[in-house]
């Protein structure tokens, strides 16, 4: 879900449905352990990306255009995974 939210939002930085998806779920993966087969430090990674995608999604100002930098950014550092 978070792949295709990522991929929704890097072509529209601001897609509803998009947005929505990745601070719902962003909030659900802080704090919380790696998945089953995947290390610390990649988890670590992905959480990062996450967050600094709803970073910029809560930014009083939000622009479109670094919603879909980071988007594509996140997509790009889950892509391996899906």
Known sequence: DLFVAADRLQRDGEDPDG????LELGQGIEGSEPPYGLG???WQHLCERVTALGDVL???DVDPDAV??????LRTAL???V
């Open 58 to 60: 809560l930014a009083d």
């Open 19 to 22: 947005t929505i998806t990745v």
């Open 79 to 81: 892509r391996p995974y």
């Open 68 to 73: 879909m930098a980071s988007a594509r950014d």
């Open 40 to 42: 610390e430090p990649e």
